[in-house]
């Protein structure tokens, strides 16, 4: 399990800086310029981490959740993941979440 610290100074060294205009007062957006891509923007909830939403052009773009708390939208992560190491595996294309939602 990483800190929200550790978590964002990894994001910065992925080439994410932390966005001038949040998307809402209750997260930390994080936004990340890409000649590709576009721009991709982070966010993560203040005060826990049983969600994170990425916006962009990318493959890993959607609203991510952690298995068993009760959302009825978006990607399923393992309830047993680090969701912040989730977020930073998706964002280096280190890893791959096959999509499915729920019934």
């Not at 190491?85 to 964002?91: A, N, Q, V």
Request: contains cysteine.
């Amino acid at each position: 399990m990483i800190s929200r610290r550790q978590y964002f100074a990894r994001m910065k060294k992925l080439g994410f800086s932390k966005s001038s205009i949040q998307m809402t007062r209750m997260g930390l957006t994080y936004v990340k310029e890409d000649k590709e891509c576009g721009r991709v923007t982070v966010t993560v909830p203040k005060g826990h981490e049983k969600t994170f939403t990425i916006l962009g052009s990318v493959p890993y773009s959607g609203i991510y959740f952690q298995e068993g708390n009760g959302m009825q939208w978006g990607d399923i992560v393992p309830a047993d993941w680090c969701m912040l190491e989730t977020c930073l595996g998706l964002c280096s294309g280190e890893l791959i979440i096959e999509r499915k939602q729920l019934d």
